[in-house]
C-alpha cells in the first residue's frame, strides 16, 4: 500500500536550473497539497488542488507552478530555482474537511 | 500574521510532566483542526482530530474552542518516546499548519 509517492528524494540544483517534483497518491482522495518545510516555520503551503482540474495559490506560491495531471498526480515546478528555495518539500493528499493527510516522505532540494 | 499560530519551543520537561501546547488561529472559517506529530524532519502523521466536545486518546487530550479560535494539546506522563515537534492544523477546505512547537522528553 503506496499511499503518497514523492520523487526525488533528493535533489542539488544550481542557481537557474529548473526542475519538476512528482507526486502521486493512491487513495483515490480529491485535495492534494505541496508544502516547504524550512526550520523554525512550521510546514508552509505552496499550492493546493481541491480536485483535478483545479488549483490555488498558497501561503507561499512565489517561483513555484503546479499541475494537477489527474486525480492521482500532482506535480510542482520550479522554472529557475534560487538558493531561497533550499527547503524540505512535502506533498499530502487528503478528503477535504474531515480526515486525515497523508503525506510523501519529503524531497530535500539544495539550490547552490 | 500567521494564519495558524503555536507556543513556541522548545520545550524541556522530565518524564513524567505533564504538558501543553496552545494553538490560535485566525480564519474564522476553519471547520476541522488537527494536531499532527513530526520526527526529525520526516512527513507529519495525524496524533488526533480535535472536536468542540473536547477528545482524548490515552494520555492526549485535545481541546477545541470556537468562540476564542484556540486549540490545545495535553499530554500526562509524558514518555521519552513523545520527543518531536508537535503541528497544529486547521482547515477550511485547505489545511494550513503552524510553525510547530518541539517537545524534548528528559530522562
Known amino acids: 500500500n503506496a499511499g503518497v509517492t514523492q520523487t526525488p528524494k533528493f535533489q542539488v540544483l544550481k542557481t537557474g536550473q529548473s526542475m519538476t517534483l512528482q507526486c502521486a497518491q493512491d487513495?483515490?482522495?480529491?485535495?492534494m497539497y505541496w508544502y516547504r518545510q524550512d526550520p523554525g516555520m512550521g510546514l508552509r503551503l505552496i499550492y493546493y488542488?481541491?480536485?483535478?482540474?483545479?488549483?490555488d495559490k498558497g501561503e507561499v506560491p512565489n517561483g513555484y507552478n503546479v499541475s494537477r495531471l489527474n486525480k492521482r498526480e500532482f506535480s510542482l515546478r520550479l522554472e529557475s530555482a534560487a538558493p531561497s528555495q533550499t527547503s524540505v518539500y512535502f506533498c499530502?493528499?487528503?478528503?477535504?474537511?474531515?480526515?486525515?493527510?497523508?503525506f510523501g516522505q519529503g524531497t530535500r532540494l539544495t539550490v547552490v | 500574521r500567521k494564519e495558524v499560530e503555536q507556543d513556541p519551543g522548545p520545550f524541556n520537561v522530565p518524564e513524567g510532566a505533564t504538558v501543553a501546547f496552545n494553538c490560535t488561529y485566525s480564519n474564522s472559517a476553519s471547520q476541522s483542526f488537527f494536531w499532527y506529530r513530526q520526527d526529525c524532519r520526516k512527513e507529519p502523521k495525524l496524533l488526533m482530530s480535535v472536536y468542540s466536545s473536547g477528545n482524548e486518546d490515552g494520555r492526549f487530550t485535545a481541546q477545541l474552542n470556537r468562540a476564542s479560535q484556540y486549540i490545545s494539546l495535553l499530554i500526562r506522563d509524558s514518555k521519552l518516546s513523545d520527543s518531536a515537534t508537535y503541528l497544529c492544523?486547521?482547515?477550511?477546505?485547505?489545511?494550513?499548519f503552524g510553525q510547530g512547537t518541539e517537545l524534548s522528553v528528559k530522562p
Open positions: 488542488s481541491a480536485s483535478e482540474g483545479t488549483t
Open positions: 487513495m483515490n482522495h480529491n485535495s
Open positions: 492544523v486547521a482547515s477550511g477546505g485547505k489545511l494550513i
Open positions: 499530502a493528499s487528503d478528503e477535504p474537511l474531515n480526515t486525515e493527510a497523508f
